[in-house]
C-alpha cells in the first residue's frame, strides 16, 4: 500500500490511481486550500532541499528541481488519495488516445494574466517540442508518441490527442515537470531556467531570494486563488514564506530541527527515535524512491552472461539490503514499485531464489565494478551491503559510493565505467512504465532510455503491448508479463522501496498524497 504516514499527526494514504478508460469521464472540482486565502496571518516554513540544477519545470532531472517548480507552476491535474483530482482543470474527458479538460476560470499567471486554454496550449506546446528535450516528455505522453494540442478559449477546453494509445497521459500530467509556465516565461527561457522570468509562474509561490548551493526563499501570491479541491483533509495553513536551506546531511538536519533554526527537515530511518513523539515533535513517513540493482550487459562486460547476472540475484539478500538501508521502515518490493502502484504483482514466485552457493560457484573470481548514490542507505550503506554480499561470494568487487551527480555522470554518461550498479528511481510516474522505461528500446547515447543495453524480446514485445493497450486490464497485464520477464531473466533485481522521512517540529506538518513524490504539502499547524 502506498501510504503516507506521520506520525503524532496520523495521515493513511491508500492508492487507487484513477484508471484512463475508453469513454470514461474523470471529475475533480477546484477548490480554496485549506490554508490558502487565510494564510496572510501565518509564519514561514523552514525546511531542507538539496541543490537545484535549475528552475525551468520542464528541464526537471532532479528531486530539488520538482519541489520548487511545484511551488511556481500548477498542472492540470494533482494527485490525491485514491486518485486524481483537479488543479488547472475542474474535470476531463478521456478516449484511449485522447484528454479532454475543462479548465477553472480563477486562475491567473503572477502578472495578471488570466490562465486561458491558449496559455495552457502555449506551454504543452514547448514541453512537447523535441528542442525542448523535457527529460519526462516520453513517460507523460509514451515513448515517441506524436502530441497535438488544441485550445478552444469560446468552451475554456484544452484537448491533448495521441498518435498512439498512452493510458498513463493524465496520470502523467500531474507531474510537476508538465506545470504551465506562463507568456512571460515562455518569452524568456534563459531568465526562466534561473527563476528570475517574473510573471511566469501559474501557482502560488514566488522565488524573492535564493543564494544557488545555500538557500531559496518563497513568498505566496497574496491573490492567488487556484488551489487544489483536495479529497483529503489537509491539516493547517499554507506559509507566507517557504524557505529552503541546503542541508544534505540528515544528521545535521535532525540537530537543525531538534534546536529550532528548521521546522521541517529530511532525515533518515536512523533519525527517527529521536523525534517520534518527543518533546510534541514527531515524523512523516512516506514510501519513497524505488531501489533496484541494474546490470550493464553490453557486449564485453561480466554481466553479459546471464548465468552471472542470476548469481547476483542469488547472493544478495533483500531483506538484509532492507535492514541495512531504511532499518525496515522501508519495504522490501518485488516488482521495482512500491505495492500500491497501478499494475504491481506483490507476488514473489517470479524472482529468483537466494541460494549462496549457488551463487559462490559462479561468482568466484569475477572482477565487478558496482557504482552506487551514496542516497541508498546512511552515506550510501547499502551499496556497501552488495560489494560485501558479493565479495563473501567470492567476487572481487571495487566499489564507487559516490555522490548523485557522479553516480549519474557515470550509469548515464559513461557505459564504458561500470558494470552493476544500485539504481535509484523515483517514480514520479507513479506507474510500472517508469521502472520499465530504464530496460527497453535504445540505449542513452543512442537517445533512448535503455541504461544497461539490455536485450529481452519478451520485455520488450510486452512493454509495446501496453502501450497500446486501450483499456486497463490489458494493460496492467502487459506490464506485468514484461517485469516478470526481466526479473526471472535477471536482467534486474527488485530491492526495496525506500521511504522519505521528514522530522517535524510541534505545529507543523507534511503529506505526500497518493504517491507523488514531488508534491509534499507543508503546512503549519501550530
Known sequence: MRHTRT????????????????????TGATSKDPGGGDAAGTTTIRTTIDVPAGFDPAKALSLPDYLL????????????????????????????????????TDATCADGTPITPTIVKA????????????????????????????????????????????????????VASTGIVCPA?????????????????????LLKKSQSGVSYSYTLRPEYKA??????????????????????????????????????????????????????????????????????????????????????????????FTKVV???????????????????????????????????AVLKGKKIRLVGPQVVGPAGAGNQYVQEALRAAGADVTLANVDLGAWVGTVFGKPDAWDLTVF???????????????????TVPEGGGNLGAVKNPAVN??????????????????????????ISKADAVPLVNDPFIYALRKGFSAQMLGGSLDDPILRITG
Open 7 to 26: 506520525r503524532a499527526l496520523p495521515v493513511t494514504a491508500a492508492v487507487a490511481m484513477t484508471a484512463v478508460l475508453a469513454g470514461c469521464t474523470t
Open 69 to 104: 517548480a511545484r511551488n511556481s507552476y500548477d498542472t492540470l491535474v494533482r494527485k490525491d488519495d485514491g486518485g486524481l483530482v483537479g488543479g488547472l482543470a475542474t474535470d476531463w474527458k478521456t478516449t484511449p488516445t485522447s484528454a479532454t479538460f475543462t479548465l477553472r
Open 123 to 174: 506551454s504543452l506546446d514547448r514541453y512537447t517540442d523535441p528542442r525542448t528535450a523535457a527529460p519526462d516528455l516520453p513517460t507523460v505522453f509514451g515513448p515517441g508518441n506524436k502530441v497535438k494540442v488544441t485550445a478552444d478559449d469560446d468552451t475554456n477546453t484544452v484537448k491533448i490527442a495521441l498518435a498512439r494509445p498512452w493510458g498513463d497521459m493524465v496520470t502523467g500530467l500531474s
Open 185 to 205: 516565461g515562455l518569452k524568456d527561457l534563459k531568465a526562466l531556467a534561473a527563476g528570475k522570468a517574473e510573471g511566469s509562474q501559474s501557482g502560488p509561490y
Open 227 to 320: 488551489w487544489p479541491a483536495w479529497r483529503t483533509k489537509i491539516p493547517g495553513k499554507a506559509a507566507t514564506t517557504v524557505e529552503y536551506l541546503v542541508s544534505p546531511d540528515p544528521t545535521a538536519t535532525g540537530n537543525l530541527v531538534a534546536s529550532g533554526q528548521l521546522d521541517i527537515g529530511k532525515i533518515d530511518a536512523s533519525g527517527v527515535p529521536r523525534f517520534d513523539g518527543v518533546n510534541g515533535q514527531s515524523v512523516s513517513i512516506s514510501p519513497f524512491s524505488d531501489f533496484y540493482l541494474l546490470f550493464n550487459e553490453r557486449p564485453g562486460t561480466v554481466f553479459a552472461d546471464a548465468a552471472t547476472r542470476r548469481a547476483v540475484a542469488q547472493a544478495v539478500d533483500r531483506a538484509a
Open 326 to 360: 531504511s532499518k525496515d521502515t522501508g519495504e522490501p518490493s518485488t516488482m521495482f514499485v512500491q505495492r500500491g502502484v497501478p499494475c504491481n504483482d506483490p507476488d514473489s514466485s517470479f524472482l529468483v531464489p537466494k541460494d549462496k552457493a549457488a551463487a559462490a
Open 424 to 442: 535509484a528511481d523515483l517514480n514520479f510516474l507513479g506507474t510500472l512504465a517508469n521502472p520499465l522505461g530504464h530496460f527497453v528500446g535504445p
Open 461 to 486: 514485445k510486452a512493454f509495446a503491448q501496453a502501450a497500446e493497450a486501450t483499456n486497463e486490464g490489458a494493460r496492467c497485464a502487459a506490464y506485468q508479463k514484461a517485469a516478470k520477464a526481466l
